[in-house]
């Protein structure tokens, strides 16, 4: 259990300013589920991102680019059940926002009323900079996701490290800025140099998640599939394993087989 679940108030948008103000990390992980969703929460996180990487970890697809509004609405609303305290975030998928604000309103309603998730996130900056600020008109919070975006993969054609040239560099602190000035609630700065990641998060009052963009954040995220070790055919650098699930799970998944082949289970005591 984590020495940091004293406080069980509901966390909010407001508390996660309130975090960064006091200089207190903020622990963000991914869930899909209600079941894992309620074991996290329980666990202390203080965000929990329903987030479209479920197109690769549950779902087995190469990107994330296949996950649809209906596909990600079913992931929230199970995690939603499952959540006390932590904050859900879902992520709007790809094709939901990009090119038509009211779309992307549209799109962000259907979350927020469907689910019950309580703020949703999306990849970019200033070119999708009407279809944050149409949401934000709405009521509806907005966590930014700058530097590496998985959703545009087939752009870049790489997962490689973001923002290492100056004028990228410049570029993601011209949308950090803008992201906070029209509105959003935190921003996710994914696979940038640590430097620059620190840089941002000084310049700016709203809280900074990193993955993969060093310590200097206000907080982190990892996907939940590849921190338990469930998923351990991704290994990057900034990826630190907190178990071996796919070895203990595929271990106590062996035993039940071998005592079901030879009649073990069940035995007399697990029989009405």
Same mark, same amino acid.
């Given at each position: 259990m984590s020495t940091y679940t004293e406080d069980r108030r509901k966390v909010t948008t407001r508390r996660l300013a309130e975090m960064k103000q006091r200089g207190e990390k903020i622990a963000m992980l991914t869930a899909y589920d209600y079941s894992m969703a309620k074991l996290i929460d329980e666990a202390g996180v203080d965000v929990i991102l329903v987030g479209d990487s479920a197109s690769n970890v549950m779902a087995g697809n190469v990107t994330t680019l296949p996950m649809t509004l209906d596909q990600m609405i079913y992931h929230a609303t199970s995690v939603?059940?499952?959540?006390?305290?932590?904050l859900v975030v879902c992520d709007l998928p790809f094709g939901t926002y990009q090119g038509n604000s009211k779309q992307a309103l549209d799109s962000a309603i259907r979350i927020?009323?469907?689910?019950? =998730?309580?703020a949703v996130k999306l990849?970019?900056?200033?070119?999708?900079?009407? *279809? @944050?600020?149409?949401?934000?008109? =709405?009521?509806?919070?907005?966590?930014?996701?700058?530097?590496?975006?998985?959703? *545009? @993969?087939n752009?870049?054609?790489?997962?490689?490290?973001?923002?290492?040239?100056e004028a990228e560099a410049e570029k993601l602190i011209s949308d950090a800025k803008m992201l906070e000035e029209i509105g959003c609630c935190a921003i996710v700065l994914e696979k940038i140099p640590a430097a620059l990641a620190k840089r941002v998060s000084e310049q700016l009052t709203i809280p900074t998640i990193?993955?993969?963009?060093?310590?200097?954040?206000?907080g982190q995220v990892l996907v939940m599939h590849d921190m338990l070790g469930i998923n351990k055919g991704f290994s990057p650098r900034f990826l630190r394993r907190y178990a071996d699930l796919s070895t203990i799970i595929n271990d106590a998944v062996a035993h039940y087989v071998d005592d079901v082949k030879t009649s073990d289970f069940p035995n007399t005591s697990e029989q009405y």
């Open positions: 939603v059940k499952g959540v006390t305290r932590a927020m009323k469907e689910s019950g =998730a309580e990849e970019g900056g200033a070119e999708i900079r009407e *279809s @944050i600020e149409r949401i934000l008109c =709405a009521g509806i919070p907005v966590v930014g996701h700058l530097g590496l975006t998985p959703q *545009s @993969i752009k870049f054609g790489t997962y490689a490290v973001r923002a290492k040239e990193g993955i993969g963009a060093g310590g200097g954040t206000d």
